[in-house]
């Protein structure tokens, strides 16, 4: 056979072969039609939480054969499979090839009144503050546990094709929105040797409660006061004892990178938690709060996004960042005006999405943080 005609039959099989490939995924994997696989429950330890997990695997990563991992966490009334696709975090793992871990919490009316229906949350918020009740070392909320117990069952393959891609060595990353933010920032601090770096949209600091029954008061959180009384804990939250307890002997070295993004108009959780996960997250590093630096090449911000960053001398990336949206509600802010970048979709019919089209898109913002783009 001459080399041209060779050429163009493997130019056919290729194309043919890379066709199947994204029709399959497309079948496979739709998250319109939340046909992306579930990790089996036997796969995980749940720890007694009541969470199930799906996976998302980007067809960039198939063809890579090996990606990073993105725990995706999703915040109260709100479900994993809607939160993926209308976030944005969707169109960032289709552009950058990821594998996205998706747990779920379950409704569950009759949680936190005893026995057996404990399990879940009245809101399906994942239960960052559950330590009173915890069967781990440590008091980890279990639900942490079960988070964690789900990323080692994905590093092993599980809910993985057999011949399917792989998780990149020290690409593990978690972020999430205001309860899932919460869940988020506690993966960070109970298992830095985990976590690469995390992204925390309207967040709280770890360790600002015991309970899920006292994170209302201690942590600024309400789904029904004014804006006004959404305080947390008064004079702030003391950063050298969440360190202290942190920095357990038992927890190996890690040191992620956080991004924590706050809207100042939010009245669902207290804007002022952004200061005390800086002052946390900045303690953690061993970085001064009050000395923010300029690093590398300023991105285009829009007029209502402030940013201040922090890292050691000599670092080649920013360690901490916190980002205020001036006028921002309690939301996960996306962009959905440029079809060249698309970021998010907007539910025009339902109330209660906690997503919003502010012109900026988070979810793009925390993937150059993390660098899921390399």
């Known amino acids: 056979m001459a080399l041209g005609a060779w050429l163009r039959v493997?130019?056919?099989?290729?194309?043919?072969?890379?066709s199947t490939l994204l029709s399959g995924h497309a079948s496979a994997l739709s998250p319109l039609n939340y046909r992306w696989d579930e990790l089996p429950g036997d796969a995980f330890n749940a720890q007694g939480s009541a969470l199930k997990a799906s996976v998302y695997v980007s067809v960039g990563a198939r063809v890579r054969g090996k990606a990073p991992l993105l725990v995706l966490l999703h915040g109260c009334e709100q479900d994993a499979s809607s939160f993926f696709t209308d976030s944005g975090w969707m169109d960032i793992a289709d552009r950058y090839g990821l594998i996205?871990?998706?747990?779920?919490?379950?409704?569950?009316?009759?949680?936190?009144?005893?026995?057996?229906?404990?399990?879940?949350?009245?809101?399906?918020?994942?239960?960052?503050?559950?330590?009173?009740?915890?069967?781990?070392?440590?008091?980890?909320?279990?639900?942490?546990?079960?988070?964690?117990?789900?990323?080692?069952?994905v590093r092993a393959g599980k809910?993985?094709?057999?011949?399917?891609?792989?998780?990149?060595?020290?690409?593990?990353?978690?972020?999430?929105?205001?309860?899932?933010?919460?869940?988020?920032?506690?993966?960070?601090?109970?298992?830095p040797q985990v976590f690469a770096g995390g992204a925390l949209f309207a967040g709280v600091p770890a360790l600002c409660a015991q309970s899920m029954q006292s994170a209302a008061s201690l942590c600024g959180?309400?789904?029904?006061?004014?804006c006004a009384e959404v305080k947390a804990r008064s004079g702030?939250?003391?950063?050298?004892?969440?360190?202290?307890?942190?920095?357990?002997?038992?927890?190996?070295?890690?040191?992620?990178?956080?991004?924590i993004v706050q809207g100042t108009a939010d009245c669902t959780v207290d804007p002022q938690n952004a200061l005390y996960l800086t002052n946390q997250w900045t303690a953690f590093h061993g970085l001064k709060a009050d000395a923010p630096v300029v690093f590398g090449q300023e991105p285009s911000w829009p007029e209502r996004a402030v940013r201040q960053g922090y890292a050691p001398a000599g670092a080649n990336a920013l360690w901490v960042e916190t980002v205020l949206l001036k006028g921002v509600g309690h939301v996960m802010p996306i962009e959905t005006g440029n079809p060249q970048r698309p970021c998010g979709r907007v539910r025009v019919s339902e109330t209660k999405t906690y997503i919003e089209d502010v012109g900026f898109c988070g979810a793009a913002l925390a993937a150059g943080f993390l660098q899921l783009e390399q």
């Open 10 to 18: 493997s130019l056919v099989v290729a194309i043919i072969g890379l």
């Open 236 to 259: 702030g939250y003391d950063s050298r004892e969440w360190t202290k307890a942190v920095q357990r002997a038992q927890h190996p070295a890690g040191r992620p990178r956080v991004l």
């Open 100 to 153: 996205v871990l998706l747990p779920e919490q379950q409704h569950n009316p009759f949680a936190m009144v005893g026995g057996a229906s404990r399990y879940g949350n009245p809101l399906g918020c994942f239960n960052f503050a559950d330590r009173l009740t915890s069967p781990l070392k440590g008091g980890v909320p279990r639900e942490a546990g079960a988070i964690v117990s789900m990323v080692d069952a």
């Open 159 to 191: 809910g993985l094709d057999r011949d399917g891609p792989r998780i990149e060595d020290g690409r593990v990353y978690v972020t999430g929105l205001s309860a899932g933010a919460g869940m988020a920032a506690v993966l960070l601090a109970d298992f």
């Open 221 to 226: 959180i309400s789904v029904m006061r004014g």
